[in-house]
């Protein structure tokens, strides 16, 4: 069974900063995880889920939402089959519950930033940016 478990949520003042984890198991029972989409996704009370940022695990590819380009960065950790998101310049809008999500990468490694796409998702971290 796959697991992804978030960290690194917390309080920041706007400007401020924050790294979150997503660390992941359970992958190579059923698949490796070089071969996986990650992604972060966020979810505002009253809002909508969000797509924030994705990233193909076999080449690194990533993309971004047009709200946190140049703000947010993803990588990889392969030492614990994770996923980071590294998040700068944080600004009131960006409060959330973040999520990490997971799928095997589709033919064309394109690791949309749409929800339906992932199969798994961790329990979220709590992200609140005051002004």
């Known amino acids: 069974e796959v697991q992804l478990v978030e960290s690194g949520g917390g309080s920041v003042q706007a400007g401020g900063s924050l790294r979150l984890s997503c660390a992941g198991s359970?992958?190579?029972?059923?698949?490796?995880?070089?071969?996986?989409?990650l992604a972060w996704f966020r979810q505002a009370p009253g809002k909508e889920r969000e797509g924030v940022s994705s990233i193909y695990i076999g080449d690194s590819n990533t993309h971004y939402a047009d709200s946190v380009k140049g703000r947010f960065s993803i990588s990889r950790d392969n030492a614990d089959n994770a996923v980071s998101l590294q998040m700068n310049s944080l600004e009131s809008e960006d409060t959330a519950m973040y999520y990490c999500a997971a799928s095997i990468a589709g033919s064309d490694h394109s690791c949309p930033l749409l929800g339906d796409y992932y199969d798994y998702w961790g329990q979220g971290t709590q992200v609140t940016v005051s002004s």
């Open positions: 359970g992958y190579t029972y059923i698949f490796a995880y070089r071969t996986l989409c």
